[in-house]
C-alpha cells in the first residue's frame, strides 16, 4: 500500500525555519517526482514546488511565493522528502502535503501537517 | 501565476448531473492535456479523481468525466450521490509550476 506520511509542523515565529519531512512506503520513492502542496485554513490548494528523481536530474521548481525561502530535498536511501522553509510569514500558515506526481499530476497525497506561523 | 477559476458552488439533486468549469489561460488550461480534478471532502486529504484531461484513476466512478475545450476544462458528475457533497478543485500544469483551480463546492441537495 502506498503511504505519505508527512511530520514535522508546529507553530512558529515570523520569520523563523521549520523542516518538514515526508516518509514514503509501498513505491519506488527513489525514481518517483515528488511535490509539496499547502492549504491556508478555510482556502484552496496552493502548489509549493516539487523535485524531480535524481535519474532525472534532482533539479527543484518553486512558486513565486516561496522561491528562495524554501528548500525542497529528498533522501533516497530513507524514502524521505524534505522541505526546508525559512523566513517563514504568516501567509506560510497552512496544512502542508506531500504528494507523488505523476506527468501532469498529483496521484498520491499524503494526510497533511500542519505549519501554523503567529508571534 | 493566477489561480484558476471555478464557480464557488454548485448544486443538484441525487440522481442528477452536475458540471464544474475550470477556466485558464493558454499558459497552462489551453496550453496542455495535463488537467487533473481533486475531491476533498472536510478535513481529508485531496483524492485524484481526472488526470490528463479525462481519463480516470482506478476506482473512480465512470459517474465522474472529464473533458476540455480551448481554455476551459470541465468535470461532469452524473448520478450525483450524497456522498459526492465536497470540494473538488481543478489543476493545470503551466510548463514548469503546476496551479490549481479557486474550488467548488457541490452540495447534494
Known amino acids: 500500500e502506498v503511504q505519505l506520511v508527512e511530520s514535522g509542523g508546529g507553530l512558529v515565529k515570523p520569520g523563523g525555519s521549520l523542516r518538514l519531512s515526508c516518509a514514503a512506503s509501498?513505491?519506488?520513492?527513489?525514481?518517483?517526482?515528488m511535490s509539496w502542496v499547502r492549504q491556508a485554513p478555510g482556502k484552496g490548494l496552493e502548489w509549493v514546488g516539487r523535485?524531480?528523481?535524481?535519474?532525472?536530474?534532482?533539479?527543484?521548481e518553486y512558486a513565486a511565493p516561496v522561491k528562495g525561502r524554501f528548500t525542497i530535498s529528498r533522501d533516497d536511501s530513507k524514502n524521505t522528502l524534505y522541505v526546508q522553509m525559512n523566513s517563514l510569514k504568516t501567509e506560510d500558515t497552512a496544512v502542508y502535503y506531500c504528494?507523488?506526481?505523476?506527468?501532469?499530476?498529483?496521484?498520491?497525497w499524503g494526510q497533511g501537517t500542519l505549519v501554523t506561523v503567529s508571534s | 501565476q493566477s489561480a484558476l477559476t471555478q464557480p464557488r458552488s454548485v448544486s443538484g439533486s441525487p440522481g442528477q448531473s452536475v458540471t464544474i468549469s475550470c477556466t485558464g489561460t493558454s499558459s497552462d488550461v489551453g496550453g496542455y492535456n495535463y488537467v487533473s480534478w481533486y475531491q476533498q471532502h472536510p478535513d481529508k486529504a485531496p483524492k485524484l479523481m481526472i488526470y490528463d484531461v479525462s481519463k480516470r484513476p482506478s476506482g473512480v466512478p465512470d459517474r465522474f468525466s472529464g473533458s476540455k475545450s480551448g481554455n476551459t476544462a470541465s468535470l461532469t458528475i452524473s448520478g450525483l450521490l450524497a456522498e459526492d457533497e465536497a470540494d473538488y478543485y481543478c489543476c493545470s500544469y503551466a510548463g514548469g509550476p503546476y496551479v490549481f483551480g479557486t474550488g467548488t463546492k457541490v452540495t447534494v441537495l
Open positions: 509501498g513505491f519506488a520513492f527513489s525514481t518517483a517526482w
Open positions: 523535485i524531480k528523481s535524481k535519474t532525472d536530474g534532482g533539479t527543484t
Open positions: 504528494t507523488a506526481i505523476a506527468t501532469g499530476y498529483f496521484h498520491r
